[in-house]
Nanobody, 120 residues
Framework: QLQLVESGGGLVQPGGSLRLSCAASGTIFGIGFIHWYRQAPGKERGLVATIASSGSTNIADSVKGRFAISRDNAKKTAYLQMNSLKPEDTAVYYC??????????????WGQGTQVTVSS
């Protein structure tokens, strides 16, 4: 059964850093776009960062210069490096990816989310 599993969340002080991981497991024939989203309490889920299979990236303006997305295709894992964290970055962070679970079928998968809390 194909899964995306996020890890690396936690409690951090303002100005601190965290690195989130998103690991894909199961029968996988390829992974296309990988996205990180976040959802704060009472707010809609919003796109934070995207990385293509080529490695090209796009970062939301709200976190540009502080967050970076990367991937290790051999490990089927994506990362979100978060620096200079602010209380407004507090949210549940979700991984989303387009995954080939058969040689010809591309499906979209979500992870279960990991909580990031930025507080002193």
């Amino acid at each position: 059964q194909l899964q995306l599993v996020e890890s690396g969340g936690g409690l951090v002080q303002p100005g601190g850093s965290l690195r989130l991981s998103c690991a894909a497991s199961g029968t996988i024939f390829g992974i296309g776009f990988i996205h990180w989203y976040r959802q704060a309490p009472g707010k809609e889920r919003g796109l934070v960062a995207t990385i293509a299979s080529s490695g090209s990236t796009n970062i939301a303006d709200s976190v540009k210069g502080r967050f970076a997305i990367s991937r290790d295709n051999a490990k089927k894992t994506a990362y979100l490096q978060m620096n200079s964290l602010k209380p407004e970055d507090t949210a549940v962070y979700y991984c989303n990816a387009d995954v080939k679970d058969t040689p010809t079928t591309l499906k979209n998968y979500w992870g279960q989310g990991t909580q990031v809390t930025v507080s002193s």
